[in-house]
């Protein structure tokens, strides 16, 4: 797949390129390859202050997919507090796809389902914040979601406002009917500033910019011989003018001058003063135009000022890091401004980006959102479980409080898991501290007599209050895979009181012996654990606990763990 989307965006950078070179396809094409590169460094860490620890909660897809409504989510909401699940940690009840109306209204807003939410999203809101939970909603990077209805794409800031209005405060956003952004960059002929206490536009022509990297000035004789700027495209080049004039701290309008507006979209960015970024999409033309106009608006400070005019997407992770990070800014932005409204604390909005894995999230995700999909969509069978764990495992280094590696909503209860494999699935999950949301009927833990039932398994299983503090740990460390083989891993994950967390884990199908020496332990530099002549082995699923000197070492049941909390003894 890397290896197609690189060809894929070589061959088009190629196109531009030779637009404005004399070189063959093939000797274009080479040079193209290497230099086209994603654009992933520089960016500051989200920091929205949620998601300090996994998130945890439920979601409605894994058991209900699109038979939603409202009466279904409070129910679940009221048996997730009835049953323990808010006491144990579980925060969110998410609305999956499927809550929305099929058209959006005359402001263009997006509307709940009239038939299935028909006191509408704000309502169901403040019912479940009354019961103690956080509610979460869903949409998709794209023009549909992944069930055909209205989507977010083009719309980001009117429906990061919606959601802040409703007082959603997670927000899942997937990546269905995606469409990429080009790494096509217009062709300057100039700029102009107008605001502030300006009565006229100021012009900057072209052959004022500072030029670098491919960028250069050519000369169009067709057209009244103006100069325009060229080369901005894939990153390969920029042009900065470093005496933009504004006569005080305001917003500005800019006014681009474009050559040659065409049936092909284009795309660039500003970086003003060095700090505020502005993504702008040009949108294709119907029809050819030799020159046309495009408008933006930007704060300026008073003074002199600097605008850099550049195009960062080399690859289809750009396209999907710009993209996610654009609509992340939204919701930073809306969250804070209902606050500003209503005089009430601000409701930050947890950012879960569901871009699947496709364009490798944990490189850029931290600049984007809180947690990140880094696989396809989870199954409740054994196969799809072990797979999405075999790539989550690896990706420890990139998690960190406020960001995780998100291996999907768990499929605890669902499905024809063993009791066994259930159990491995929670405790892999957080072993690698990753979000904890629920996808079974969370109904089924209250018995016909409205009792709990405090002998469902399930519900003994996601309730494991020493496994979630593992989870949970504020260190926010992801665990690692010290061990592997087709046979068993073992995992370790250091917590923030100096313990360790030790799992065993058993991939066959018979009983299997795993032992660790204490000093391979130890001698982890990221473990705090002291040598010592004994330690302690706290049994997280017997909830049992025995002295250990030399080595750790356990029996483990078909697909099954042992998980343990290791301390130094007193």
């Known amino acids: 797949m890397k290896k ?19 070189e063959t396809p093939s000797a274009a094409i080479r040079k193209i390859v290497k230099r086209v590169k994603p654009n992933q460094d520089g960016h500051p860490d989200y920091n929205n202050g949620a998601a300090l620890t996994p998130p945890m909660g439920w979601s409605s897809w894994n058991s209900f997919h699109n038979d939603v409504d409202e009466n279904l989510i409070y129910d679940t909401a009221k048996a997730m ?57 869903y949409s998709s990077n794209g023009t549909l979601t992944c069930q055909d209805l209205p989507a977010s794409y083009g ?22 009917h995606r469409v990429f952004t080009t790494g096509v960059a217009p062709q300057f002929e100039k ?35 103006f100069e325009y700027v060229t080369g901005l495209s894939y990153g390969m080049g920029a042009m900065t003018y470093t005496d933009i004039e504004a006569d005080e701290d305001a917003e500005y309008a800019v006014t681009f ?3 040659r507006r065409s049936q092909l979209a284009k795309h660039f960015e500003l970086l003003v003063n060095g700090t505020d970024n502005y993504v702008i999409d040009v949108p294709k033309a ?15 400070k008073k003074g002199k000022n600097t605008i850099k005019i550049y195009t960062p997407i080399g690859s289809f992770m750009d396209s999907s890091a710009i993209q996610y990070r654009n609509m992340g800014k939204y919701l930073k932005q809306a969250s804070a401004e209902v606050a500003a409204q209503t005089g009430e604390k601000e409701k930050p909005i947890v950012f879960s980006i569901c871009e699947w894995g ?8 931290k ?16 196969a799809s479980i072990m797979g999405i764990y075999e790539i989550n495992v690896n990706l420890w280094k990139y998690a960190s409080p406020g960001a995780w590696n998100d291996p999907d909503m768990l499929e605890v209860g669902n499905g024809n898991l063993t009791p066994e494999e259930n159990r491995s699935h929670f405790s892999l999950w957080c072993m690698m501290a990753a979000p904890l949301i629920l996808g079974n009927d969370i109904r089924k833990f209250i018995l016909p007599d409205g009792s709990v039932d405090k002998d469902n398994d399930i519900l003994k299983v996601v309730t494991n209050k020493k496994l979630i503090e593992i989870d949970q740990d504020e260190l926010g460390i992801q665990g690692r895979r010290i061990r592997t083989s087709p046979f068993g891993d073992i995992l370790v994950k250091p917590l923030s009181d100096g313990s360790a967390a030790v799992c065993f884990f058993n991939k066959t199908s018979d009983y299997r012996f795993f032992t660790l020496p204490m000093n391979e332990l130890i001698d982890k530099t990221y473990i705090e654990l002291k040598y010592a002549d004994e330690y302690i082995a706290e049994d997280l699923w017997n909830d049992t606990s025995r002295d250990i000197d030399y080595a750790l070492a356990d029996t483990v049941a078909p697909h099954g763990v042992c998980v343990y909390r290791i301390r130094n003894k007193e």
């Open 286 to 300: 119907e029809f050819v135009h030799q020159r046309g106009k495009h408008h933006a608006y930007i704060k300026l």
């Open 257 to 259: 001058y474009l050559r």
């Open 155 to 176: 719309h980001e800031l009117t429906d990061a406002r919606t959601f802040a209005k409703w007082g959603v405060e997670y927000f899942k956003y997937d990546f269905c």
């Open 81 to 137: 507090k009835e049953s323990g699940l808010l006491d144990a940690g579980y925060q969110y009840v998410n609305i999956d796809d499927c809550w929305q109306a099929a058209t959006r209204d005359e402001n263009g807003e997006m509307m709940p389902d009239p038939a299935t939410f028909p006191h509408g999203i704000k309502s169901l809101v403040e019912k479940i914040n009354d019961l103690g939970f956080k509610v979460g909603i």
């Open 367 to 382: 600049s984007a959102g809180n947690l990140w999909r880094t696989t396809l969509d989870i199954f409740p069978n054994w």
């Open 358 to 365: 496709v364009n490798m999230p944990w490189k850029w995700g």
């Open 4 to 22: 197609k989307i690189a060809a894929f965006t070589a061959a088009a950078a190629a196109g531009a390129y030779l637009l404005k070179s004399r």
């Open 191 to 225: 700029i102009s500033i107008i605001g502030g206490k300006m009565t006229e536009e100021k012009i900057y022509l072209a052959s004022e910019a500072e030029l670098s990297g491919d960028a250069k000035i050519l000369r169009d004789s067709n057209l009244e011989s």
